[in-house]
């Protein structure tokens, strides 16, 4: 359902998409129960989005371009910043650079990385947390989350690795079924030739040696080749540039990469993991 304070919220791109939309909607003398019944949504949800009171989807987007689109691809370009505005304030610009990405190199330490989960290990993570949020709020971010995911097919295609500590595997979430799901994902995605994921075994620190005690991180390199980090504590962001910095958190990374699993033995694990649940 629609929300009235919506209309408040919504960001500049769901403005400037439903001004467009409008626009081309009256010039080829479309009503809103026209244009809807040729994206298969109803007039008043058409009504919604032109007054931002629930901004438009990315499948409507998809259906708008398809529809009245003219052959412009704005509608097409405006489902990633539609995505962005719907992002909690901290993650915003980092999610418009995740998506630019050549190369994202992460290590997570509590849960599996937003960018490979299912959509029910998304949704019990985001429903169950805290604070509470509304149901239609829950439905967006999990939406928004999801459809981060075409980073693996985009062109040109992204580099993408990742490391897990075991207890993120092992840490049920949801349900068994979802987690068995959330396995299966995961071991479905490092079988492609552009992603690696490996895991950081629970016994590493009886060896000696552990990087990876200061938790958490993202390194990503830019289409352009500038090279950042990203951490996100408690809701909170930093992005750092400070090449000096950088180094310093790819040096850990490279050490903690070394330290976790060979892909092959990470894929085995989740696997068994897997059949487990």
């Known amino acids: 359902m629609a929300r009235a304070e919506n209309k408040v919220e919504a960001g500049g791109t769901a403005r400037v998409v439903a001004a467009l939309a409008k626009a081309l ?5 479309l009503s809103q129960e026209e244009l809807g019944a040729l994206i298969g949504y109803t007039g008043s949800a058409v009504s919604a989005m032109e007054t931002c009171a629930q901004p438009a989807s990315d499948q ?7 529809s009245i689109g003219l052959g412009l691809g704005v509608f097409e370009k405006a489902r990633g910043y539609i995505r962005a505005d719907k992002y909690p ?17 992460t290590y997570v330490t509590v849960v599996v990385h937003g960018l490979f989960q299912t959509e029910s290990y998304a949704r019990a993570l985001i429903g169950g947390g805290y604070p509470p949020l509304k149901d239609e709020r829950v439905d967006e971010l999990v939406e928004g989350r999801v459809a981060r995911q075409v980073l693996f097919d985009r062109e040109p295609l992204a580099l993408i690795e990742l490391i897990l500590d075991e207890a993120v595997l092992r840490r049920k979430i949801g349900s068994a079924v979802v987690m068995r799901n959330q396995l299966l994902r995961l071991s479905e995605l490092a079988c492609r030739r552009n992603v690696t994921v490996q895991v950081m075994p629970l016994d590493r620190g009886l060896r000696g040696a552990y990087a990876a005690a200061r938790g958490p991180m993202t390194l990503l390199e830019t289409l352009g080749h500038d090279h950042l980090v990203y951490l996100e504590p408690q809701d909170e962001s930093l992005l750092i540039s400070d090449p000096a910095k950088v180094s310093t ?18 894929l085995h694990l989740i696997q068994k993991l897997a059949g487990d649940q």
């Open 25 to 29: 909607r009256e010039q080829q003398r």
């Open 60 to 66: 409507m987007l998809i259906k708008l371009e398809e």
């Open 89 to 105: 304030a901290q993650f915003k610009d980092y999610a418009l650079l995740e998506q630019r990405a050549l190369t994202l190199s």
């Open 249 to 266: 958190y790819a040096q850990r990374y490279a050490k903690i990469r070394s330290e976790a699993m060979s892909p092959d033995e990470s």
